[in-house]
């Protein structure tokens, strides 16, 4: 097994979406205190942050990838399996784990948890086999089965899409899974950055948890929203 790298992926979105890496929370970027969590992670042995789509302005995120000394990669493909080869291939590694740059709250046990069971199996991909919350877990995929992935397809724009065409019948490939942690396990809450409400929603997390340098305790948040349903149902709708 050789190295295992996250790829902090852009996503197609303008300045003004809740999603664009500079949206800030707390202050800074969520696309930093993405990084920021992933370099907490022992068991990441590489972190490249990867600009896509040919309209995108790169020179911001080139400068924070510098200070925080990771990878920096642009790839004009909005089909996120081709870009994440570009990525893996700049930074030396044979396996990813794909992190969207609207993922302020990835989950560092999990990811540990799947890092590990996809170097034991070595398995093509490796995901939860819980449903987890949004934003709080990424799959480890083979960067050699991202790269024989059909480029065809619009669908591979999206992580949906990718997931798909990963679980395809047709492609044969070689799963593994692992459970989740107690605290995520089939809890029913969106910590993922796609809309105006969940954007709002984790500027509120971030404001009450969030304490410089340290990164956000994510079983305090989940405890926190079990004991406040309506703060957790704000984004379900």
């Given at each position: 097994m050789t190295a295992i790298a996250a790829i902090v992926y852009t996503l197609n979105a303008?300045?003004?979406?809740?999603?664009?890496?500079?949206?800030?929370?707390?202050?800074?970027p969520q696309v930093r205190h993405v990084i920021e969590r992933l370099r907490q992670s022992d068991r990441l042995e590489r972190i490249a942050l990867l600009a896509t789509g040919p309209e995108a302005s790169h020179d911001p995120l080139a400068k924070l990838a510098g200070e925080l000394e990771i990878g920096f990669v642009t790839a004009s493909t909005p089909r996120l399996p081709q870009a994440w080869v570009e990525a893996a291939g700049a930074v030396g590694a044979d396996h990813i784990v794909p992190i969207g740059v609207n993922q302020p709250l990835i989950d560092l046990e999990i990811l540990g948890s799947l890092i590990k069971e996809h170097q034991r199996t070595r398995a093509d991909y490796t995901i939860t086999s819980d449903f987890v919350p949004p934003g709080t877990a990424a799959p480890v995929i083979r960067t050699e089965v991202c790269r024989t992935l059909e480029s065809g397809s619009t669908a591979l724009s999206t992580m949906e899409g990718v997931m798909a065409a990963l679980q395809d019948p047709a492609h044969a490939l070689q799963s593994a899974s692992?459970?989740?942690?107690?605290?995520?396990?089939?809890?029913?809450?969106?910590?993922?950055?796609?809309?105006?409400?969940?954007?709002?929603l984790l500027g509120m997390l971030y404001g009450?948890?969030?304490q410089d340098p340290d990164i956000v305790p994510l079983d305090d948040v989940i405890y926190f929203l079990s004991q406040n349903p309506g703060i957790a149902g704000y984004n379900l709708t």
């Amino acid at each position: 097994m050789t190295a295992i790298a996250a790829i902090v992926y852009t996503l197609n979105a303008t300045e003004s979406d809740p999603g664009h890496p500079l949206q800030p929370l707390e202050g800074q970027p969520q696309v930093r205190h993405v990084i920021e969590r992933l370099r907490q992670s022992d068991r990441l042995e590489r972190i490249a942050l990867l600009a896509t789509g040919p309209e995108a302005s790169h020179d911001p995120l080139a400068k924070l990838a510098g200070e925080l000394e990771i990878g920096f990669v642009t790839a004009s493909t909005p089909r996120l399996p081709q870009a994440w080869v570009e990525a893996a291939g700049a930074v030396g590694a044979d396996h990813i784990v794909p992190i969207g740059v609207n993922q302020p709250l990835i989950d560092l046990e999990i990811l540990g948890s799947l890092i590990k069971e996809h170097q034991r199996t070595r398995a093509d991909y490796t995901i939860t086999s819980d449903f987890v919350p949004p934003g709080t877990a990424a799959p480890v995929i083979r960067t050699e089965v991202c790269r024989t992935l059909e480029s065809g397809s619009t669908a591979l724009s999206t992580m949906e899409g990718v997931m798909a065409a990963l679980q395809d019948p047709a492609h044969a490939l070689q799963s593994a899974s692992v459970p989740a942690p107690w605290y995520l396990r089939n809890i029913n809450v969106r910590l993922v950055v796609e809309t105006s409400k969940d954007y709002e929603l984790l500027g509120m997390l971030y404001g009450k948890f969030y304490q410089d340098p340290d990164i956000v305790p994510l079983d305090d948040v989940i405890y926190f929203l079990s004991q406040n349903p309506g703060i957790a149902g704000y984004n379900l709708t």
